[in-house]
């Protein structure tokens, strides 16, 4: 992570430099874009459409009728009985997410997606070919609906630094624009409250109100010295900066860990097989994600929550560098088995398991692993990269491993709105 803080001292000669793009309701916009007779209802996109399941994006239409993010279906009916659930696609939200992208690079080439449906622009090497930064957000609007989808809609904002543009595209939502400069900042803070600030939740808000900050206002303009004395660290400092204009950036970084997990119904927990078939298409995507990012793991994370709350934690330290996924798994087991003797209890993948997840970190570059001498591990990393580079080219169901052919799909495609380091 780096950080870089630049202080402005005089306000009169900051510029506008950083546009940020907010997709309004993202994937339920992708699927009305691609289903017109979705379009102007109430639409909530789930991983599961059953009865019980989570609703991960709620339409615009739905939005109003007060369907939130995380809503069970059941009671989100209960206050929209319009509603219609709709299953999620996660390729075509990706495909909606490159598009748009092309569409800022046309103005700017240095674009960072913050999210599959956040990307912010740094112009500050444009100041010469686009001076009137609002003309090209209306100009980006424009490009999104008719090249990308008509009906897809984004909120900009326009500010001296990122946090401030990102702040913007909250002001008004959806398919809004808005600037925060040096002329309006007190104007535009004295309406909100702290937890109104991206990355200031609750709990945030009210400590800052405990070491006496208790408005943004009062935020920026309490001194620095001051504001670290009372806070007593670096808590707040930082947001200081940004609400005086100050860069606060945190820049893209390679991995430092990679997770999947998946979320288990009580339809899949009632066949066991289903359970340790889920647990290695986990294993075998971390495996897809290494080979891409030419990286060995050094280390592993086993989780597994149970119904009522109980919790199972494993972290396996790795004697030599491991890529592959069925090694992953391996070594997964091991550890299963060494804890199920060591307790004399139940084994630990069960039908009470209603999630599974497991992390690699503590990365090694390919180049720099060890392989035994009379092992083949040299042709089974070069048949890794080859099986990878064939399902880019042709699709995942292109070529198989034996442990991925079951009679049911294991895991299903799943996408969140976190970093879409991957996708590039």
Known sequence: MSIRINQNKNTSSLRLNVLYVDMNSFFASCEQQVNYYLREKP????????????????????????IRLGMRLNDAVKLCPDLIPVETHPNRYREFHKEIMAVLRKYCEDVVPKSIDEAFCNFSNYRLVEKDLVDVAK??????????????????????????????????????????????????????TLSDLPGIAKSMAMKLKTFGIETPLQLRHTPPDELKRRCKSMVGLYWHYRLNFSEVDIAMTDYKSMQAMRQISKAQRKNVQSLWDLLASLCLTLEKRMVKQEVYCREIIFNARYEGGKYFHEVIRCDSPVQEGTQILGLIKNRMKLHEQANSGEPVVNSAVNMMGVNVFNFVPDHAVQFDLFDKNVERHQLRKAVNKIREKFGKESIKKATENHEKEAMTDAIGFGSVKHLY
Do not use: M, Q, W
């Not at 909120?155 to 002001?171: M, R, V």
């Open 43 to 66: 639409i909530a996109v789930c991983v599961y459409p059953g009865k019980y399941g989570s609703v991960i994006a709620p339409s615009i239409e739905a939005k109003k009728c007060g």
């Open 139 to 192: 100009k980006i609007k424009r490009d999104i609906r008719e090249e990308v989808g008509d009906y897809l809609k984004c909120s900009i904002g326009i500010a001296p630094n990122e946090f401030l543009a990102k702040l913007a595209t909250d002001l008004r939502k959806p398919d809004g624009l808005e600037v925060i400069s040096p002329e309006n900042i007190d104007t535009v803070l004295s309406k909100l």
